[in-house]
């Protein structure tokens, strides 16, 4: 078994529960003691774990680290996938639209082009990348983060400059009294920047990310107008959700399985 695959089986099942024992690891993979140690070191080292004596332990409450857009893309794919397909659902034909940097809005970004004659500005590399040529796409200038965003004061500059129908923005935190937040200070703000551009703030967010909060702010949880996430939610959060922002969207899991 690959290390990106031990990496995946180890944060699924920190996904289920809090901690996680090496010994316990080790024969579920069929692997060494020591690979395990090493694999929990690396998840560590991005951000991803925390090391506990005798195994790995779930980060959930604070998430201070920016991970890069490699590292986020290939965790709860299915989840996103499945949010991608109830958000392109809001889009409707000639729409002007501002999606912001996150692996989320990336899957929302690959099924874009599938909407006839849309105009979509992005702070995202990785978002422009996705639309290709066959829709029209404003790029604003600034800062490169590792999450391939683009921020800062030439960010928000632009983004002062426009209107849009839709703000497609992905959150790295989703907090019930921290609202939702970033681990990027400059980040926070182009994307308050984002918000104020839009008649409508969409925020795609899937179920890992509840109750997670990080060093920024960029709103109060009352912001959005849609919030788009799944069925992976406790019931606790969905009432929750539902009695502060207007609109929400789960999308189901049961046709695409568990998130990794």
């Known amino acids: 078994m ?4 031990r990496h995946a089986r180890i944060l699924a099942e920190l996904d289920k529960r809090e901690a996680v024992r ?25 951000g991803l774990a925390r090391r506990v004596h005798g195994g790995a332990a779930r980060v959930v409450d604070f998430a201070f680290a920016e991970p890069g857009f490699e590292v986020k893309f290939g965790h709860h794919t299915d989840a996103k996938s499945a949010i991608a397909r109830e958000a392109v659902k809001l889009v409707r034909p000639g729409s002007t639209l501002f999606v912001t940097a996150g692996t989320t809005t990336f899957a929302l970004a690959k099924l874009l082009p599938t909407v006839p004659d849309l105009t979509v ?17 404003i790029l604003t200038g600034g800062e490169r983060t590792p999450s391939e965003a683009l921020v800062g004061p030439l960010a928000t500059a632009s983004l002062a400059q426009l209107h849009v129908e839709l703000c497609f923005m992905g959150v790295h935190g989703l907090h019930p009294r921290g609202g ?8 926070a703000e182009t994307n308050r920047a984002a918000a104020e551009s839009a008649a409508r703030l969409v925020v795609l967010a899937d179920s890992s990310k509840y109750g ?5 702010q960029i709103a109060p949880i009352e912001r959005a107008d849609t919030l788009i996430s799944d069925t992976g939610l406790s019931s606790s959060a969905r009432r929750e959700l539902d009695d502060r922002i207007p ?7 049961s046709t695409t399985g568990s998130p990794e």
């Open 121 to 137: 500005a992005t702070n995202s590399i990785k978002v422009a990348e996705a639309l290709g040529h066959s829709v029209r796409t």
């Open 180 to 187: 939702y937040t970033t681990p990027n200070l400059l980040e």
């Open 247 to 253: 609109h929400v969207i789960l999308a189901d899991l």
């Open 22 to 46: 090496v010994a316990e690891l080790a024969t579920s993979l069929a692997v060494s003691e020591m690979t395990i140690r090493r694999d929990i070191e690396q998840l560590e080292h991005q």
């Open 212 to 216: 997670l909060l990080s060093l920024a």
């Open 2 to 5: 690959l290390a990106a695959e």
